[in-house]
């Protein structure tokens, strides 16, 4: 089983950065690509990035290309959402997930495990 710990959420004023981090523990050679995901009150989870441990291949949903980027340490075991230019709308609680397909999956289905979440608020 994979253990997934999200940190580095808060309030950041719009057009700020901020960066969110998912410390990955357990099976981890179970868990061949990440993704990250946020939640709005009444509102599916939504994709919004994924990258796969080896080679690191990068997906990312439209509205946050140019704008986020996810990244991996495999020495330290953490996904890493680098949020640049957040907008209001942005604001949610952001999850890391395990997709043990490894094809860095944009279903939340095709994701076994999950973090506690990070709330992300941002000021305009």
């Known amino acids: 089983q994979v253990q997934l710990v999200e940190s580095g959420g808060g309030l950041v004023q719009a057009g700020d950065s901020l960066r969110l981090s998912c410390a990955v523990s357990?099976?981890?050679?179970?868990?061949?690509?990440m993704g990250w995901f946020r939640q709005t009150p009444g509102k599916e989870r939504e994709f919004v990035a994924s990258?796969?441990?080896?080679?690191?291949?990068?997906y990312y949903a439209e509205f946050v290309k140019g704008r986020f980027t996810i990244s991996r340490n495999n020495a330290k075991k953490t996904v890493n959402l680098q949020m640049d230019n957040p907008r209001p709308e942005d604001a949610a609680v952001y999850y890391c997930?395990?997709?043990?397909?490894?094809?860095?999956?944009?279903?939340?289905?095709?994701?076994?495990?999950w973090g506690q979440g990070t709330q992300v608020t941002v000021s305009s």
């Open positions: 997930a395990s997709d043990p397909s490894g094809r860095g999956s944009s279903s939340p289905r095709d994701y076994n495990a």
């Open positions: 357990g099976r981890t050679f179970s868990s061949p690509a």
């Open positions: 990258i796969r441990w080896s080679g690191g291949s990068t």
